[in-house]
C-alpha cells in the first residue's frame, strides 16, 4: 500500500511539473504577443504595429493568458493533493471532479490550438501577404515584431500539445476510478 501511495505522489508531481511548464509556455506566448509592438518610418510616415492590428493575435494573448492561469490553478491543485494523504483527500477519489477537470483540460487543449493556428494562418497573410486582394507584406517593414509573433506562435503550440498531453493523464486519472470489467467479472464468478 505505501509503494502505491509514492507512485501516486510521483505521478501528481509528474503532473505539476508539466502543469507548471504549461503555465510557463502560455505565460510566455501570451506576453511575447500582447506586449509587442515596433515603430517604423514608412515613406515620412511613422507606423506602429501592435497587437490590436491583428485580431487573431489580440485573441491568442488572451486566450493564453486565460491557460496560463487556468493551468496554474491546476498546479494548486497537484500542489495541495501532494501534501494530504490518500484518506485525507476525497476530491481525488470524486468522479464527478474527475470528468470536469478532464472536460476542461480538453477544452483548454483545443482552444489553445484553434486560437494559435489562427494566428499563425493570420501571421501568414503578414509574411506573404495577399497579392489577389493588394495586401502588401508586413513583415518586411516590421521584423522585430514579426519575430517576437513566431516566438509566440511556438510556445503557444507547445502550450497546446501540452495540454493536450496533460488531458491524457487527465483521462487516465478519470477511467482509474472506474473498476475494470475483468476484475468485476472475476468477483462475480467466485
Not at 478532464?102 to 489553445?112: I, M, N, P, S, V
Request: charged content about 15%; some cysteine; hydrophobic content about 50%.
Amino acid at each position: 500500500m505505501d509503494a502505491g501511495r509514492r507512485k501516486r505522489a510521483s505521478e501528481v508531481k509528474a503532473e505539476g511539473l508539466m502543469r507548471g511548464a504549461c503555465a510557463v509556455l502560455a505565460a510566455a506566448a501570451a506576453l511575447l504577443v500582447g506586449l509587442d509592438t515596433e515603430t517604423e518610418t514608412v515613406l515620412l510616415i511613422r507606423k506602429k504595429a501592435t497587437v490590436r492590428d491583428v485580431h487573431a493575435l489580440w485573441v491568442l494573448a488572451i486566450a493564453a493568458g486565460a491557460a496560463a492561469g487556468y493551468h496554474l490553478l491546476h498546479l494548486l491543485r497537484c500542489l495541495y493533493v501532494s501534501r494530504c494523504s490518500a484518506a485525507d483527500n476525497r476530491c481525488r477519489n470524486s468522479r464527478a471532479l474527475a470528468w470536469a477537470w478532464l472536460l476542461l483540460d480538453k477544452g483548454c487543449a483545443y482552444l489553445t490550438f484553434a486560437v494559435t493556428v489562427a494566428a499563425a494562418q493570420a501571421c501568414m497573410i503578414a509574411l506573404d501577404g495577399a497579392h489577389a486582394l493588394q495586401w502588401n507584406k508586413v513583415c518586411n517593414i516590421f521584423t522585430r515584431f514579426c519575430q517576437q509573433v513566431a516566438g509566440s506562435l511556438v510556445c503557444g503550440m507547445l502550450a497546446a500539445a501540452g495540454t493536450a498531453f496533460l488531458s491524457g493523464i487527465s483521462a487516465r486519472n478519470l477511467f482509474r476510478l472506474y473498476p475494470s470489467l475483468s476484475h468485476s467479472q472475476g468477483s462475480s464468478t467466485k
